[in-house]
């Protein structure tokens, strides 16, 4: 369509778009410097590949539950820093803010005994209110984003110290609804298919209905052969991850998967759907820009940062959860880093205004499956580190290379 | 109008004047930016504001744009005195003010930039159907030469991003469009492109006014030519019954209108 001659807005494009000109465009696109996700599949493929190839386990259902199961938290947790970074903005604090939401949430349950509930909130609360803090401060002085969270990185570390007191560790009784919930929670076969049909189901009506109305608009509108394979498709990659999940003893979808996955889907809406993610993206491309067409922009920063916050509020309960307690290094280490590898190995621009929900949930099945591919080999971490650091600079070289040849081909 | 100044419009003087400002003073420190302007716009009126670099030109745009309030003077809208303190203030009244730098949003596509800030929802949700056709039904009127609504703006030509900014000023039903500079960055064709869009905007009845360096776009395009000279007003000319020397020796001040107060439009 975008080669075909030239047309003046007389005429829009009515006719459907065929297979054929879904795949060219889509060429047309990727040339262009436009990729999407297409990287970060290809990425996933590779790695899968080469790990099944060195040891069957890898692929074995079990394995593959344990490396859902590993990614929900710092899955979580990236989605904030999607979000962040399609501003151009970082969180640097996002794993002491969750090493925090942890800390609440073991010592609010065991130490002081109070009811799970609260417990939950108190620890989520902290997530927004730091974040509040954050977009205050950075939408009233202009502190850069990078700095004033690596100030809230140390001061919430310090807070988590606090908080755990001289316990240092603390550990979450194994029959703790929590606990349940982060490690032997799994959502049943015929609900998990449930699901799935209703989800696809849900979009294949959407599709429909979007393409009716688009035709009786005069638009351009999907042909009933795109809707299908793309419904199709969707629906085949849903059900064989359930399926196959539950092969061979494979315990399925975790509850904590399940609400990662949501978390991600919700994200997505948000962002694709609503007027705040229009505002989003263009306060990521061109702040003046949108200034000027009267969007409150230091309001859509300060949502963002406590959103980001939030994000790693609830990855932090959800790795207690897993882990079934917290201490001192609950949060730290890589685990920020890890977050934002996962944002930016799933395709989330770095210059903002380009990137998608779903990069938290691929890039974080990337960093997952190299730290589970390399465990099953025998190797340790001093080789994950190093897989993972080539990796995440393959990323940003994809990024920068499609965003110079988006500007080359004048779509920066 | 016997000249700038001397007529105080009453309401019902001029039923189809819509801008009319009188005595507009602003200082920025020490330095008087403009100084007594005076400056009607009339419905399907293309007025140009020429003048040298330094005339006040862009501080008189920002005032009517509400970027900068006025230090003295009096703006009337539909003859009802009207302060502008706020770009708020000015949108409400109905100016539309498209920029030099036009302020798109680059990465987002063409139905995304004309919508932005003021998208249409359908049950709480982007309404793209709606906002896509009338996106095309905006840009059919304005015989723009846009071909998808889908691609972002940094892949359109300057014309055709000029186009855009217009577009999307008309999406909030104004009175006035302002230009600034429409045409300093294009080439001939886009040029041409752009003049044939303000005369669709004066073909709506908008009161346009066009700030611009480029005497051959203004008199090919504008019905009243108002010169401006070190902040104050110097001429006033018929587009159609002057050359592009008088205008010429008005801006540079090789002849002074100020006093006479150049040629009656009325």
Redesign the interface.
Known sequence: MRQGPRRVAEHPDTAARTLPELVSSGVVRARTGDLGVAPVLIGLAILWTVFTALNPVFLSPTNLVNLTMQSAATGVIAIGIVLLLLIGEIDLSVGSVSGLAGAILAVGSVQLGLPLPIVLLAALACGPLIGLVYGLLYTRFGVPGFVLTLAGLLAALGAQLQVLGTAGSITIPFDSAIVQFGQQLFVPAWLMYTIDAAVVALVAWRLVAEARRRAEAGLAARSTAAIALRVGALALLLFACSWYLHQDGGRGVGAMVLLFVILVAGTHLLLTRTRFGRAVYAVGGSVEGARRAGIRVARVQISLFVLCSTFAAIGGILAAARLAGANQSSGGGDMFLNAIAAAVIGGTSLFGGRGSAFSALLGVLVLTSISLGLTLLSLDSSVRYIVTGAVLVLAVIVDSVSRRSRAAAGRA | MPGPALSVARPDEHPDRILSLRGITKRFGAVRALTGVDLDVHVGEVVAIVGDNGAGKSTLVKILAGVHPADGGSIRFFGQLTPIDSPTDS?DLGIATV?Q?L??????DVV?NLW????L?RA???DE??M??RS?GL??E???????VR??V???SGGQRQTVAIA?SLIGDPHVVILDEPTAALGVSQTAEVLNLIERLRDRGLGVILVSHNIADVLAVADRVVVLRLGRNNGEFRASETSSDALIAAITGAMDHSRRGGDDPE
């Open positions: 949108l920029f730098d302020a798109l949003c680059d990465s987002l995304s932005l800030g003021r998208e929802t709480g949700a982007l159907v709606e896509e056709k095309w840009l059919r304005l015989h723009a030469r846009i071909t998808d691609v972002p940094a892949s359109l999307r």
